[in-house]
């Protein structure tokens, strides 16, 4: 049974599978798992009061426009689709595992932090020449290591400071996703919500066309980092569909 809603003062979606259209584009993406969506209505009217009798009572009443507002509570962002609906990047690398790497450091600066060119490094070892012999100095006194981003902090009181200095190090395999230069805070899309509840019957809700908008700044975000956010926006009537079917669609599964 298909349920047509053109206005209510709140109408709650729920959470399940979200799917985005964007502008201009014929297929549907897979966007992501949503925790809640909710779409609310402003409805303006116009009123006419009769003042002919003892009272005032209205006798005309008209709605002269419907406005609708979605909020959508992301689970688990897809990063690609939103990196494509809202003209950004989203590129994977992929790291294979490696054993015996070095990387030089002339005059290691107090304080300063040096990239290895790896992830996930283990197996850390930092040596300074002291003549032709290569000295190792003691991490967490003299320097220190991000395993995870592959970084070596000098520190700035040990013996590491304006000496020649190598890293050795191993590092495993690992997939780095990066998510960058986010060009639009707007896109007209279409949503397709698909709800699949353990109690209750599946439905699938329709918003023909919406300006989302990404609630927050994202230039600095990682891909994990962007799979929880909050994406709010205008519902846009689509005048090409009978009245009463302009906002969205909603279709229950019996």
Known sequence: MAVNRNFANNYYIGGGELYVKIKGE????????????????NVEKVEHKNSEGAILTTDLEVTKAVSAEISIQTADLNPTTLALAFSGEYNEVKQTSATGLEVDITSAAAGAVYELGKRKVKNVEVTYKDGDEDIPAEEGVDYSVDYEFGTVEIAKDGVLAGKDAKVTFDCDAVTIGTFTSLN?????????????????KPSKTEIFRANLNLDGDFALKSAEDIQKITLKGKVLKDTTRPEGQQFLVKEVLA
Do not use: C, D, M, W
Request: proline letters at 3%; glycine letters at 6%.
């Open 26 to 41: 014929e297929n549907f993406r897979y966007f992501g798992q949503t925790e809640s969506a909710s779409v609310s209505f």
């Open 184 to 200: 639009k805070t707007s896109q007209e899309v279409a949503l397709r919500f698909i709800s699949k509840p353990l109690h209750g």
